[in-house]
């Protein structure tokens, strides 16, 4: 393959004028018109009419994402929430229709069947889609959800809990639930939770008003029920909600005896006679929580260190982005919780965000990011903006097989085999202890769309008797009913972006079949991972996953064949 370069450059302009930006509606629609009203007498036309197309929704997007990157990295600054909802209320709704109107012109196009069949097949498929889908009522709706999904972010972000007289973020403080002294985390624990207990009707009640208006958006576009349209909606072309059921079943069967497993050898190790969920995270007494960064930049330093290590490439799209200043990975007050890799269309090169406190798995979710950052890198020379709009279910392939790739190089975070190897074992007892969770968060959201008339009181039953299912026997929950029955409000997804969740469980699969080929053969593993990532979004996913070397399952025994082999590589 050709040797790619992460020395990124911001596409050049030639439908817009170079120092355009978005600032209203006026200004930008003269170029939609243009499109809309342009004559296109060949296919030679055409062409360059798809390249002015996706040169102007490359350059809306970014402006969309700049707005959202600001907002999350500073919470409490009302202007910039402002300019996110002035985007979403007085911006985005003109363009909707539009880009319906956009759609059917090229649909209709007496030259759209000369273009490359092949190349252009999963674009148009997802174009036709959109025009199926296209509702003038939704979009009212839509501009409302965009702006109330940010409110969960503005509510978690001002979440704190005092530890030995310091104020911390719930993502700081879960650094105590590593430490050796027991009455401490479970202390911090119960800090956490409490902390989250005083938002819970606040967060009950903008999930109860989201579920309603998705649920409206889907009857408005024929369907029954928000999960069946969303399934349209999000491109589900190749599995189906029954699929989904199967994962669930699987995950049930094949990993939780796995998770009892592991929290069996916790309680061991810990010496315990019960293990509690302060506990999961512990090291024993004696033993010190992994350290293996003191902050961002630290953080940085050593991925890309790492990042080198496993293929120079990866580590030279951290330094571009370091260069351009896309990132933000420290933890602080008055920050949206969670973390992110923002694709920018225009200018290549993503952003990251994330919370980082200094613990292991921040060191997994700078990976895990960086691997979307790969992503958006190798992908962005393709030539229309469409065809970067890969699958979530190969990009999070991309991001998870990092994770596991870069273990054989987490020299660079600690400078001593004993840590390196806890630090390994923690990366694969997470690959299954996750699992579960997956299944918890997916099964949930399908029935709370199904009923989505339910009552809170409804809701938190049906909640615990799925949590239930997915639940360790090893893990004593006694007296933690209260917390355990919001616990469902921490994930962001539910709220910001809904049905996102089950692509975490396939895509797990995949990452761990990329680790197999790795183990056999690096460069080769590689080498598929970079073509597969390559192709962003211009072939189906079960050709996007077979471009990796990978099979396109998610069935109860592929989950129980590759999770048998992740927990026969930990070590005893």
């Not at 707005?67 to 500073?74: A, G, H, S």
């Not at 933000?328 to 007050?333: P, V």
């Not at 790969?374 to 962005?380: C, G, N, R, W």
């Not at 699958?391 to 400078?415: K, N």
């Amino acid at each position: 393959m050709t040797k790619p370069t992460a020395n990124i450059k911001k596409q050049e302009r030639k439908f817009l004028p170079g120092s355009f930006t978005v600032t209203t509606w006026q200004e930008l629609e003269p170029y939609f018109k243009n499109l809309y009203e342009r004559q296109i007498n060949s296919k030679t036309d055409l062409e360059q009419w798809l390249r002015d197309s996706s040169e102007l929704e490359a350059v809306v997007s970014e402006d969309a994402c700049w707005r959202q990157v600001r907002m999350t990295c500073d919470t409490e600054n009302k202007s910039l929430a402002e300019a996110f909802n002035y985007f979403y209320t007085d911006i985005q709704p003109y363009i909707q229709p539009y880009a319906d109107k956009l759609n059917k012109k090229l649909i209709n196009c007496v030259y759209t069947k000369e273009l490359d069949q092949e190349k252009y097949f999963t674009y148009l498929r997802s174009v036709k889609k959109n025009i199926d889908l296209f509702r003038e009522e939704n979009i009212p709706l839509f501009s409302e959800l965009s702006v109330m999904q940010q409110q969960y972010g503005a509510i978690a972000g001002k979440m704190t809990v005092e530890v030995n007289g310091k104020e911390y973020t719930l993502q700081q403080a879960s650094k105590f639930l590593e430490n050796p002294d027991r009455s401490l985390r479970e202390s911090v624990y119960r800090k956490i939770h409490e902390r989250r207990l005083l938002d819970k009707n606040q967060l009950d009640k903008l999930f109860t008003q989201l579920i309603h208006k998705r649920h409206q958006v889907a009857l408005n576009a024929g369907f029954s029920n928000y999960r069946d349209y969303i399934f349209v909606e999000k491109g589900r072309f190749d599995y189906t909600r029954e699929d989904c059921f199967n994962f669930h079943e699987g995950v049930k069967k094949y990993v939780v005896p796995l998770v009892d497993i592991i929290n069996k050898k916790k309680k061991t190790k810990l010496g315990l006679d019960t293990i509690r969920p302060w506990d999961t995270e512990a090291e024993p007494p004696g033993m010190k929580p992994l350290n293996p960064f003191k902050n961002g930049n630290e953080l940085l330093e050593k991925s890309i260190t790492c990042f080198h290590n496993l293929r120079p490439f990866f580590a030279d799209c951290l330094k571009k982005m370091d260069e351009l200043q896309h990132l933000d990975l420290d933890s602080r007050k008055g920050k949206a919780p969670g973390g992110y890799n923002m694709p920018l269309a225009e200018s290549g090169a993503p952003f990251i965000f994330m919370n980082a406190a200094g613990q292991m798995q921040d060191v997994t979710t700078m990976v895990h990011e960086g691997g979307h950052a790969i992503h958006s890198f190798l992908s962005h020379p393709l030539e229309l903006n469409a065809f970067k709009e890969y699958p979530i279910e190969i990009a999070e392939v991309a991001s998870m097989s990092m994770e596991l790739f870069s273990m054989y190089y987490w020299d660079s975070f600690f400078d001593n085999e004993a840590d390196l190897a806890r630090a390994k074992e923690h990366q694969l007892e997470r690959v299954i202890t996750v699992m579960p969770w997956i299944a918890t968060i997916d099964k949930f959201q399908h029935w709370v769309y199904e009923t989505p008339f339910h009552t809170v009181e409804e809701r938190t039953a049906k909640w615990m008797e799925i949590l239930n299912e997915f639940s360790s026997l090893e893990i004593d929950f006694t007296g933690l009913e209260a917390y355990r029955e919001k616990a469902w409000q921490r994930q962001l997804h539910l709220f910001e972006v809904p049905f996102y969740y089950i692509e975490y469980g396939i895509a797990q699969l995949g990452a761990i079949g990329m680790w197999k080929q790795f183990k056999e053969n690096k460069e080769k593993a590689l080498d598929n991972y970079m073509k597969a990532l390559s192709l962003g979004g211009i072939k189906p996913l079960p050709d996007l996953y077979d471009a990796a070397g990978l099979p396109f399952d998610f069935s109860p025994l592929y989950i129980k064949e590759l999770m048998e082999f992740v927990h026969s590589e930990m070590p005893e």
